[in-house]
């Protein structure tokens, strides 16, 4: 596969695995996690994103649309059922009010840039980060890059909610130095009502991955309200306490920092109100998980507990 579609491109990301590290954001994921801070990375199409503030009210979007899903009254109105993502609009907004999210790269072209920083993954002990959206997705184009990377002998790390058929998981395996492996839930029922999918082939993926050794961080989101409760945390500590091999567990803890883009996107967000979790909260399952002799890395240090 020589071409795939992602939406970002972050240089110089220092929490996408060890070093300084060029993270690449792939479209498409299966899950609909309710907290999903990467809306954008959802559809494995290109989308349009209208940001008002942005907006300078020139109003070429108007005439540009062939839809007619752009109207003015006070302002910009996007009539989301009636855009087609065309784009038409995106390409006569000169402010960036209006702008496509998602391009098709080629492995050659997403390859250069990722070797301009050679020098500081070399200074760092970093390298790239193919994350999303879940990279699986694309599992061809994924398998491509790892493979050009290792010849380049650049550090390999998988960011992967683990939805993924074991074959596309067990293809990849011997190219990724690191898979930062997502837990949820433990329950399937929670984890359905949450992400819109069962977590029988996330659990089975990890102890299948866990039983080749593979270098594992698994990393749990903490959602206040929704999966930070002792039950779901003492059921995850349970399971991966019996994995033959695990490199570490990490707690993600929630943040808002997506919450325009689902405006942006015409999304409804289904978590509004939630609030980050105050750090005794992070502090206190963190020692639960410790509790299990688990390899519990302390969130944004590094640092073993």
Same mark, same amino acid.
């Given at each position: 596969?020589?071409s795939?579609?992602i939406?970002?491109?972050?240089? *110089?990301?220092?929490?996408?695995?060890p070093?300084?590290?060029?993270?690449v954001?792939?479209?498409?994921?299966p899950? !609909?996690?309710s907290?999903?801070?990467?809306p /954008? +990375?959802?559809?494995?199409?290109?989308?349009?994103?209208?940001?008002?503030?942005?907006?300078? +009210?020139?109003?070429?979007?108007?005439?540009?649309c062939?839809q007619?899903a752009i109207?003015w009254?006070d302002?910009s109105?996007?009539?989301?059922?009636?855009?087609?993502?065309?784009?038409?609009?995106a390409?006569?907004c000169?402010t960036?009010?209006?702008?496509?999210?998602?391009?098709?790269?080629?492995?050659?072209?997403?390859m =250069?840039?990722? /070797?301009?920083?050679?020098v500081f993954?070399?200074?760092?002990?970093g +390298?790239?980060?193919?994350?999303g959206?879940?990279?699986?997705?694309? !599992?061809e184009?994924?398998?491509?890059?790892? =493979?050009?990377?290792?010849?380049s002998g650049?550090?390999?790390?998988?960011?992967?909610?683990?939805?993924?058929?074991w074959?596309g998981? /067990?293809?990849i %395996?011997?190219?990724?130095?690191l898979?930062? *492996?997502?837990?949820?839930?433990?329950?399937?029922?929670?984890?359905r009502?949450y992400?819109?999918v069962?977590?029988?082939?996330?659990l089975?993926? $990890?102890?299948?991955?866990?039983? !080749?050794?593979a270098?594992?961080?698994?990393?749990?989101?903490?959602i206040?309200?929704?999966?930070?409760d002792?039950?779901?945390?003492?059921s995850?500590?349970?399971?991966?306490? !019996?994995?033959? %091999? $695990?490199?570490?567990?990490? $707690?993600?803890? *929630?943040?808002?920092?997506?919450?325009a883009? %689902?405006?942006a996107?015409?999304?409804?967000y289904q978590?509004?109100?939630?609030?980050?979790?105050?750090r005794?909260?992070i502090e206190?399952v /963190?020692?639960?998980?410790?509790?299990?002799?688990?390899p519990v890395?302390?969130h944004?240090?590094?640092?073993?507990?």
């Amino acid at each position: 596969m020589t071409s795939g579609t992602i939406f970002d491109i972050k240089c *110089y990301a220092i929490n996408d695995g060890p070093g300084i590290r060029t993270a690449v954001f792939f479209k498409g994921c299966p899950l !609909r996690c309710s907290w999903c801070h990467n809306p /954008e +990375g959802q559809e494995l199409r290109p989308q349009m994103m209208f940001r008002a503030n942005r907006c300078q +009210g020139f109003k070429d979007c108007l005439q540009a649309c062939p839809q007619e899903a752009i109207s003015w009254v006070d302002g910009s109105i996007t009539n989301w059922e009636a855009c087609d993502g065309c784009g038409k609009c995106a390409e006569v907004c000169v402010t960036g009010g209006r702008e496509m999210v998602g391009r098709v790269v080629e492995v050659q072209d997403l390859m =250069a840039e990722i /070797e301009r920083d050679m020098v500081f993954y070399n200074q760092s002990g970093g +390298g790239v980060t193919f994350t999303g959206g879940e990279p699986l997705m694309q !599992r061809e184009f994924l398998r491509t890059l790892l =493979a050009c990377c290792k010849t380049s002998g650049i550090h390999t790390t998988v960011d992967t909610s683990g939805y993924a058929t074991w074959e596309g998981l /067990e293809s990849i %395996y011997p190219l990724t130095d690191l898979f930062l *492996y997502d837990l949820k839930f433990a329950d399937e029922t929670r984890h359905r009502q949450y992400t819109s999918v069962s977590n029988n082939l996330i659990l089975e993926n $990890l102890q299948k991955l866990s039983a !080749r050794k593979a270098n594992i961080l698994v990393r749990i989101p903490l959602i206040p309200g929704i999966n930070d409760d002792d039950e779901n945390i003492h059921s995850s500590a349970t399971f991966l306490k !019996r994995l033959p %091999y $695990l490199a570490g567990v990490e $707690l993600m803890p *929630y943040h808002e920092i997506g919450l325009a883009k %689902y405006q942006a996107l015409g999304m409804k967000y289904q978590l509004e109100g939630t609030r980050p979790a105050k750090r005794e909260k992070i502090e206190e399952v /963190e020692q639960i998980l410790a509790g299990y002799n688990l390899p519990v890395i302390k969130h944004s240090s590094g640092r073993a507990l």
